[in-house]
């Protein structure tokens, strides 16, 4: 369900990737603009307005393809989720690197959503993070086998908690 790559710390016990189903769309883009810009390229004559219309047909392919195929399919790429005992770690981007690091010790509950049917069919949906005290949500989307990662991560935040309750200052004494 869950693998393990050498770009995470060694103290982490799994790490998650968005959904396979991010990918349908570039995958079909991908297929959609070749034969399109093949089909388009060769009812061109080379010599049709002094030669520029055919690679100016190639080049609106090159750049469709890579807007809508190429873009989504790096943006998924960079993105990763490693979870350890104490935290989560939520890393983004593929040219520039972003890194939130979510400590399990300031998270309350974990809540799941499924946006569409298609999204329970495959076990995917939206893991949100509800943080202790007035923080901002943190919202994961496009997870897949959201039910076992929110088990999983409650586990984790109970133990948090747990270590929090241990870990509490005694009150201050009244005054006199």
């Known amino acids: 369900m869950f693998?393990?790559?050498?770009?995470?710390?060694?103290?982490?016990?799994?790490?998650?990737?968005?959904?396979w189903k991010h990918l349908?769309?570039?995958a079909l883009t991908l297929f959609a603009s070749v034969a399109a810009t093949g089909f388009l390229a060769a009812l061109t004559p080379p010599d049709a307005g002094?030669?520029?219309v055919?690679?100016?047909?190639?080049?609106?392919?090159?750049?469709?393809?890579?807007?809508?195929s190429a873009v989504p399919w790096l943006a998924w790429l960079g993105t990763l989720y490693s979870v350890a005992a104490d935290r989560l770690t939520v890393r983004t981007g593929t040219?520039?690197?972003?890194?939130?690091?979510?400590?399990?010790a300031r998270v309350e509950d974990v809540l799941i959503e499924h946006e569409?049917?298609?999204?329970?069919?495959?076990?995917?949906?939206?893991?949100?993070?509800?943080p202790v005290?007035?923080?901002?949500?943190l919202e994961l989307p496009g997870l897949p086998h959201v039910v076992r990662l929110q088990s999983e991560l409650l586990v984790l935040v109970e133990r948090a908690a747990a270590g929090r309750k241990k870990h509490v200052a005694p009150p201050d004494p009244e005054p006199l």
Not at 3 to 19: C, G, I, M, Q, Y
Not at 116 to 130: N, P
């Open 54 to 68: 055919q690679p100016a047909v190639l080049l609106a392919g090159l750049v469709a393809l890579v807007r809508w």
């Open 50 to 52: 002094r030669g520029w």
């Open 24 to 26: 349908v769309r570039p």
């Open 3 to 19: 693998t393990t790559t050498a770009e995470v710390d060694d103290d982490t016990l799994f790490v998650v990737r968005p959904h």
């Open 95 to 104: 040219l520039t690197r972003e890194i939130r690091v979510v400590p399990f």
């Open 116 to 130: 569409s049917l298609v999204d329970r069919v495959l076990g995917a949906g939206t893991v949100v993070l509800v």
């Open 133 to 137: 005290g007035d923080r901002e949500q």
